[in-house]
Every structure is written in C-alpha cells, then in structure tokens.
C-alpha cells in the first residue's frame, strides 16, 4: 500500500489549490443542516412541521440532506466499525486483490483506484462494498438456471458479499450499523412521501417502499487515505479549492443514502481530533453556492439520490457533493455510506402529468462541477433501475 499512498499524498496536495479554482476568502461556508428527531420520524402521519423541514432539506433550494439525532444505538454501532476502516485499508495488496470482484464493476468487496473523475482514477479514498441486509440475495424461487442468469447480468446488485478472514469482526460490525441505517432511512422516505403527496404530483413511487422492499441496498465503507503533508494553508484559511477541478463530486444515483457521522482516525488506530476546518463533506446548491456539511454528533445523516429526483417528479433534488481531505499529515477519515435503492427490475417511472422536461430541470449540468455526468444525459422514461444503474457505473468506472 505504500506506493498508492505516495500516489495518494500527491493528489492530495495538488487538490489543496488545483489551477482555476474559485477563491474564497477565508472559511468555507457551513452549512444550515436541518435537523429531525428520531422519535418525530416515527409517528405514523408526519406532521406539516416535519414536511416543511423535508422540502427545506430535499426541495430544488435545499443541499440534498439533513440530519437525524437520537437513533437507538447508532453511535455503539458506528464506533464499533469506522475504526476497522484502517486496518482494512492497511491489508496486504494481494489479501485486498482477493476482495475485488471486476465483473460487479467494483461493487462488491475492495475497490482502490477504480473510480474515474476527470479522467483520472480516484486515488485519495478505498472503498469497501458489502449489501447490509442479505450476504447473498435468495433467489432459489426463479430456478437454477434463471438465478445464475440473473446474477451475472446484475452482478453489480447480486455479487455476494466479500469478507475479510484477517478482520472477523468486520462483517457483523458492517451488518449492524447498516441494517440500523436502512430501518431509519425507511422513516426518513415515509416522511419523503408525504412532501410529494403534499406537492400535488401525481400518483408516484413510494420512498419508504422502496428503502423497505428491496433486498439490494449497498453499504460504502470509505477510508480516505491520510496526507503524508499538510496543506499550506490547511491550519488558517480556506482558499475554496473544492471547485469544478477538485476530484470527486458527484451525485448518488440511488434513492437514498444515509450516511454515519465520519471519524477521523490516526496512525495507530486510534480516533482523532481534526481542527483542519475545511475538511469534510461538500455540498453544491442550485445557484452554485458550495457548502461544508457537517453533522453534528451523534447524528445520521441521509442525501436524496436521483433515482428519488426522477420518481418524485423533481419535488425532491439530487445534490452534487464531495470529501476534501483533513490537512493533518497521518489522520485518515473512515465513513459508511448505504445506498438504498430499487431492485435491478424496479421501473423509474414519472409521476402522472410529469414530463421528462420537468425533471430535468436544474439537472442538465449547468451547476454540476466538471466532470459530474448529468442526470438528463443518462435517464431516458422508460427505464429500469438496473439500466439506469449501469449507464452510470460506466460512466465512473469506464
């Protein structure tokens, strides 16, 4: 792993003042995250308060996410597998080359360098994949021959997971935070629902059913690589290097995700303190406007997805956003992102009297950073998830 993080503290460095990048003055700008309740996520009918809070988050002024506080057990869970981010990362090259799976494009278990943005590969961050739900999908029902069709055409959405033999604990640590975060992103699409009941659109999708029903989401576990030095001008002020020539932004195609608050940890393993105060998650709004997003602890936090855009008829947006890494030379920064998403035979269908014009709109590229596809040039009506989804992995992967 040397060599890649040589590769890896370079990138870093130019992406700190790439060339063209619009300046800003000092600090970034914080984001208004809005902020939910568990408890209000669980009644039944959500209130008009809660719904006013979802279109402020999720709406076409909004950045595409908000935070939910006081998840049962979600902050045990999320201490007991961030940390194995770094020694998964940290595993010998040819125990990590065992984990890849090319013919799901990198869906499954290890990917490094595997992600193109501009490009180039994507070398700042490893990646872990693994459903959270099922390690393999039960498709005995449809038949032998028709399951290892079905598998090897969607492998992206059925691989079966990959685990680790060095790290044990890795795949009950990754199943229970995951599985907390799908059951919670199940109340955040109910209260999704009712803004686009809300909204006058017709009949359409249901969120919540989709983050319930399906037996494909995917759990992410990042691990962006530590700077081997710190940027010149980590400790003092932003100079705005997130713009369209910084790596990584990009919007999620799925429905929803839902993302644990990220930790920053060190050489040895251990949790650490960052004061670098531009690291962390962007967002980029409508008029262009970028934003750092942190969620406060304790915190969950859920993005809208396209998939979501397309099926809400454009009542809930999609988000460009990206990762800046922490200056601080040898801290890390490990996250789990779960994709929840419609099967790989799940139509994205327009609701009644939505046309495709009126989704696109806001989506055509206009506010994307270089290098984003967009969402018109790779949804057409009529179809499904899994098409959707592979003319979008092609677009990353190549």
């Not at 870093?12 to 914080?30: C, N, T």
């Amino acid at each position: 792993m040397l060599a890649a993080r040589s590769v890896v503290s370079a990138t870093a460095r130019a992406l700190s003042r790439p060339a063209g990048a619009r300046a800003f003055a000092s600090a970034p700008v914080e984001a208004d995250v809005v902020m939910i309740d568990y408890a209000e996520l669980t009644d039944p009918s959500p209130p008009p308060s809660l719904i006013g809070r979802i279109q402020r988050a999720y709406g076409p002024n909004g950045l595409g996410i908000l935070a939910v506080s006081n998840v049962p057990d979600y902050e045990e869970r999320r201490k007991a597998l961030l940390p194995l981010a770094r020694r998964l990362a940290s595993l010998p090259e040819d125990e990590l080359t065992k984990l890849e799976d090319p013919a799901s494009f990198y869906s499954v278990g290890w990917s490094h360098g595997k992600e193109v943005f501009q490009g180039k590969p994507d070398l700042a961050k490893g990646s872990f994949y693994a459903n959270p739900l099922h390690n393999e999908v039960d498709l005995s029902a449809l038949g032998e021959e028709e399951a290892a069709r079905l598998r090897k055409e969607y492998a992206p959405f059925l691989a079966a997971n990959r685990w680790p033999e060095s790290i044990p604990e890795l795949e009950d640590a990754f199943m229970q935070l995951g599985s907390l975060i799908v059951s919670t992103g199940a109340l955040v699409g109910r209260a999704c629902d009712a803004l686009v009941a809300a909204s006058g659109v017709g009949e359409t999708s249901s969120l919540e059913e989709v983050v319930m029903q399906s037996r494909v989401p995917k759990g992410r576990l990042l691990w962006y690589f530590p700077v081997e030095e710190p940027a010149a001008d980590s400790a003092t002020a932003f100079d705005g290097a997130i713009d369209d020539s910084w790596c990584g932004w990009h919007n999620d195609h799925g429905s929803l995700t839902g993302l644990c608050r990220a930790m920053f940890v060190d050489e040895d393993g251990n949790e650490a303190s960052v004061t670098d105060p531009a690291a962390g998650l962007y967002a980029r709004a409508r008029d262009g406007t970028v934003a750092r997003v942190t969620l406060p602890e304790g915190c969950m936090g859920f993005q809208i997805g396209e998939t979501a855009q397309v099926c809400s008829g454009g009542v809930l947006q999609a988000t460009p956003h990206a990762v800046r890494a922490a200056g601080a030379p040898g801290i890390g920064r490990a996250q789990l992102a779960v994709f929840m998403e419609p099967e790989w035979d799940g139509k994205m269908e327009l609701p009644s009297g939505i046309s495709h014009e009126d989704v696109m709109r806001d989506a055509k590229g206009r506010v994307l950073p270089k290098g984003v596809p967009s969402l018109a040039g790779r949804f057409e009506v009529g179809d499904t998830f899994g098409t959707f989804s592979d003319k979008t992995l092609k677009e990353y992967y190549g």
